[in-house]
């Protein structure tokens, strides 16, 4: 379809076919749509609200567009990349909690990016915690095979996207570009947890993920308006396994926590934010220290590694405690 056939059809408040929407990011990441109309697409597709479909093409868009590994991978790859945009401050859990499952024995490809809305995102967190982020190709690809953690830095694997930026910064609001970063990870990992800033992107995002063939795949979003599993309020998430969707809710009573402190787990800044991360790896923050242990044991349960999410928590918290993570995470970054 022709890019303003695409728009018009948009405008007309009709959906797109996946195909129809790959079509049209192809021609945006070879630079082949002006502004303007890239403009029109990115607003109309928003208003009608994105459909499944609609995020699949695109998603399989920046995914052939996207820079692809040497190596091909003898394990299974986890990411816990999230869209982020919830607003809410929190310290960089899944960033976190991707360190611990690591420790733990999990191959971690982290697909991520400089901040957009809040203090510290992934690459920032990681940059100032002493991990370098933006390497070659042939580096990320050997930190996988030799430590079981990399980190994807998004804008050097998708490098087609420089077309759309400038949009991107002039609209300012959320785009289909929010959603299919964290579906577009080069390494393609089969074992997913994806973080949404709104609870109707639940259901489908796991229906893209259900499309994209995904072994076993986690959605959620917590009641307190996180991105991630609270340790407040209760977490609703859809699950993706052997093809098959179900949906569920986490209680975190079932944790028995109590008289948890916020501030630990909230950031009022950058440098604020690297102090509560490095007290979650000095098994210093209480609050921070079950945050993050409860979406490291949420990543275990994706990974096959227990049967339950309350399993994994407690792997991953006496990961933490015990100074397993911050050895494992020590070591990682003296290689650097």
């Known amino acids: 379809m022709e890019p303003r056939a695409a728009v018009l059809k948009l405008i007309e408040r009709k959906h797109l076919t996946a195909l129809e929407a790959e079509s049209f990011m192809n021609h945006v990441m070879k630079g082949e749509v002006s502004e303007i109309l890239l403009s029109s697409f990115l607003t109309a597709i928003r208003s009608n609200g994105e459909s499944v479909e609609e995020v699949l093409g695109c998603t399989l868009a920046l995914?052939?567009?996207?820079?692809?590994?040497?190596?091909?991978?003898?394990f299974d790859l986890l990411d816990t990349c999230g869209t982020g945009g919830d607003g809410q401050g929190t310290i960089n859990i899944s960033t976190l909690s991707a360190i611990v499952l690591a420790s733990l024995?999990?191959?971690?490809?982290?697909?991520g990016n400089r901040s957009v809305s809040s203090h510290t995102g992934s690459s920032d967190i990681l940059t100032r915690l002493g991990y370098q982020t933006e390497t070659t190709?042939?580096?990320?690809?050997?930190?996988?095979?030799?430590?079981g953690f990399t980190f994807l830095f998004a804008p050097m694997w998708h490098p087609s996207m420089k077309?759309?930026?400038?949009?991107?910064?002039?609209?300012?609001?959320?785009?289909?570009?929010?959603?299919?970063?964290?579906?577009?990870?080069?390494?393609?990992?089969?074992?997913?947890?994806?973080?949404?800033?709104?609870?109707?992107?639940?259901?489908?995002?796991?229906?893209?993920?259900?499309?994209?063939?995904?072994?076993?795949?986690l959605v959620c979003h917590s009641r307190d308006g996180l991105d991630e599993f609270s340790i407040f309020q209760i977490t609703d998430y859809t699950f993706l396994e052997n093809?098959?969707?179900?949906?569920?809710?986490?209680?975190?009573?079932i944790l028995g926590l109590s008289s948890l402190n916020k501030e630990e787990v909230y950031a009022s800044s950058s440098d604020h934010a690297e102090?509560?991360?490095?007290?979650?790896?000095?098994?210093?923050?209480?609050?921070?220290?079950?945050?993050?242990?409860?979406?490291?044991?949420?990543?275990?349960?994706?990974?096959?590694?227990?049967e339950t999410i309350e399993q994994?928590?407690?792997?991953?918290?006496?990961?933490?405690?015990?100074g397993k993570t911050k050895k494992y995470f020590e070591d990682l970054i003296s290689k650097e």
């Open 63 to 74: 995914r052939k567009n996207a820079l692809r590994p040497k190596t091909v991978f003898p």
């Open 105 to 111: 024995g999990i191959k971690v490809a982290k697909h």
């Open 137 to 147: 190709q042939e580096e990320v690809e050997a930190h996988l095979v030799n430590r």
């Open 163 to 217: 077309h759309a930026g400038p949009v991107r910064k002039e609209l300012g609001f959320r785009t289909v570009f929010n959603m299919i970063g964290p579906l577009s990870n080069p390494f393609s990992p089969q074992f997913q947890i994806i973080g949404v800033y709104q609870p109707e992107l639940m259901e489908l995002f796991i229906r893209v993920l259900q499309s994209l063939g995904l072994k076993r795949a």
């Open 243 to 253: 093809g098959v969707i179900s949906r569920h809710s986490f209680d975190p009573k």
């Open 275 to 306: 102090v509560l991360a490095r007290k979650v790896l000095n098994s210093e923050s209480i609050a921070g220290t079950h945050a993050v242990a409860l979406n490291a044991g949420a990543g275990l349960f994706v990974m096959r590694k227990v």
């Open 312 to 322: 994994g928590y407690q792997i991953a918290k006496e990961a933490i405690l015990s």
